[in-house]
């Protein structure tokens, strides 16, 4: 009797002591939860204000682009120059928006997959203590879809990334997110569900080049593969 008495302080005891213990870890969680949560939306906020406030000085530079604008894709792994269609109007001017404005400066490419495609255009990727959250960003609006049967996924397409039919049923496209084919065989499945609205004309070696960089199991790459800038390149007409 005495014994089982003992065993019942002891227990008492030591689940006393870890009361407390469990009581602090579940504050750490809660307050950790809370800092993540404060600092995306400090990211949104901020992304939001920069957004609006550059995409009133790019809205001037509109009228002064071709039909046809070229613009080179500064990246850290070398310069990709593409050319968007003049057929997709909304997603072009989109595009000259966010790049004249610097919105895309520092993001990453932050899906990437070898034998498929490249990803970038999430202003999340500008920051590390987010990685979780890569892929989930963008200005706070979609685009309607803009699908040409003409304009199909060759190497070198440049696409707009979305979310799935099930959440987003219109097909509509992600406000900033964007995609470059590497494999056309592997992509082709996409003609017709996702909006095709530029191609590459210099630079598919720095596609691939892209491409072949080491991922992680979430197809995020192990050093950093950054948009330095996205730069304008007057044509003739």
Known sequence: MKRNKIGIVLCALALAAILP????AEKKAQEEAERIAQMEKAAADSIAKATEEANKKAEAKLGELSETPVFDVITSEGTIRIR???????HRDNFCKLALSGFYNGTQFHRIIRGFMIQGGDPYSKIDTLRDKWGQGGPGYEIPAEFVPQLTHKKGALAAARRGDTANPLRESSGSQFYIVQDPVACSHLDGAYTVFGETLEGLNIIDKIASVSV???????KPVRIVSIKYVPTEP
């Open 21 to 24: 213990s469990c009581k602090s």
């Open 84 to 90: 968007l269609y003049a057929e997709t109007p909304k």
């Open 216 to 222: 992680d199991e979430r197809d995020r790459p192990l």
